[in-house]
């Protein structure tokens, strides 16, 4: 079982940048592929991006292309999103999640969900 610890959120005005951290324990951290999700209020729980085992190879929802970066720190069994050019839109409790595979694949389902981490862009 691995537990994943989100940090990083904050009130940041819209354009500016914020990146947030995935830190993980209690298994591999390399082996697997690793996502954001966001949640905005009233809305349902959406993937925002996604990243395999080895950094190559990357996945981003259209809402955030070109603005944020999805990295990964295996020394550090650390994930990261750097968020950039920050609009109102992008508030909501962002949440990171670990996939039981080498590769993501869109519209897996988790189970568990950690606590997340609030960002809120003000205009």
């Known amino acids: 079982q691995v537990q994943l610890v989100e940090s990083g959120g904050g009130l940041v005005q819209a354009g500016g940048s914020l990146t947030l951290s995935c830190t993980a324990a209690?298994?591999?951290?390399?082996?697997?592929?690793m996502a954001w999700f966001r949640q905005a209020p009233g809305k349902e729980r959406a993937i925002v991006a996604a990243?395999?085992?080895?950094?190559?190879?990357?996945y981003y929802a259209d809402s955030v292309k070109g603005r944020f970066t999805i990295g990964r720190d295996d020394a550090k069994n650390t994930m990261y999103l750097h968020m950039h050019i920050l609009k109102p839109e992008d508030t909501a409790v962002y949440y990171c999640?670990?996939?039981?595979?080498?590769?993501?694949?869109?519209?897996?389902?988790?189970?568990?969900w950690g606590q997340g981490t609030q960002v809120t862009v003000s205009s």
């Open positions: 990243i395999n085992y080895s950094g190559i190879s990357t």
């Open positions: 999640q670990s996939y039981s595979s080498r590769h993501y694949y869109i519209g897996a389902k988790f189970s568990s």
């Open positions: 209690g298994r591999n951290f390399s082996t697997y592929a």
